[in-house]
T-cell receptor, first 115, second 112 residues
Framework: AQTVTQSQPEMSVQEAETVTLSCTYDTSESDYYLFWYKQPPSRQMILVIRQEAYKQQNATENRFSVNFQKAAKSFSLKISDSQLGDAAMYFC????????????FGTGTRLKVLA | NAGVTQTPKFRILKIGQSMTLQCTQDMNHNYMYWYRQDPGMGLKLIYYSVGAGITDKGEVPNGYNVSRSTTEDFPLRLELAAPSQTSVYFCATQGVNTGELFFGEGSRLTVL
């Protein structure tokens, strides 16, 4: 069975600085999706970025980018120029490319942004 | 554009009571999910549906039931509420081409 591990329960970053959140996963599949979701205090889950495993190029969305290491089963999120609005819980998630399309979530990393 | 709508947003139940969490989507997505989120934890899958008339159990289905009579609606029923069901519940749909999950705003349920 697939698992997703986020080993950092909490991280802090100074405003305008860069922070990296870690995520590792375990799977025997070769094709899958990986996601980072943001959950601000409002509780709404928002997609930050997605990566398809067959793509070697790391996904980028404005200030958010990932470091996808397929062989190492690692999927870290880098936030550049951190802003106060980035403060939230961040969840890493895995989904098989085929089959029942069930998602596996990590336990989350709480990011604090210091002014 | 409403997306995924959950009601109610908050509810307090007494032990042994029953209730239904409503979930409606207007995105015409076939795949729908119910998750629960306990404090300090990730999301655990309760039930999911791949289309009208088809549902299946997730990781933590005990104490819950679902139905999917239409593409739009996927209600979650709690029978004989227990304190262990105190949680935040999320309904979600899956985008067809991107695999992205679209979430409702969540429903906070407290069982006393």
């Amino acid at each position: 069975a697939q698992t997703v591990t986020q080993s950092q329960p909490e991280m802090s970053v100074q405003e305008a600085e860069t922070v990296t959140l870690s995520c590792t996963y375990d799977t025997s599949e070769s094709d899958y999706y990986l996601f980072w979701y943001k959950q601000p205090p409002s509780r709404q889950m928002i997609l930050v970025i997605r990566q398809e495993a067959y793509k070697q190029q790391n996904a980028t969305e404005n200030r958010f980018s990932v470091n996808f290491q397929k062989a190492a089963k690692s999927f870290s999120l880098k936030i550049s120029d951190s802003q106060l609005g980035d403060a939230a819980m961040y969840f890493c998630a895995y989904r098989s490319y085929s089959g029942t399309y069930k998602y596996i979530f990590g336990t989350g990393t709480r990011l604090k942004v210091l002014a | 554009n409403a997306g995924v709508t959950q009601t109610p947003k908050f509810r307090i139940l007494k032990i042994g009571q029953s209730m239904t969490l409503q979930c409606t989507q207007d995105m015409n997505h076939n795949y729908m999910y119910w998750y629960r989120q306990d404090p300090g934890m990730g999301l655990k899958l309760i039930y999911y549906s791949v289309g009208a008339g088809i549902t299946d159990k997730g990781e933590v289905p005990n104490g819950y039931n679902v139905s999917r009579s239409t593409t739009e609606d996927f209600p979650l029923r709690l029978e004989l509420a227990a304190p262990s069901q105190t949680s935040v519940y999320f309904c979600a749909t899956q985008g067809v081409n991107t695999g992205e999950l679209f979430f409702g705003e969540g429903s906070r349920l407290t069982v006393l």
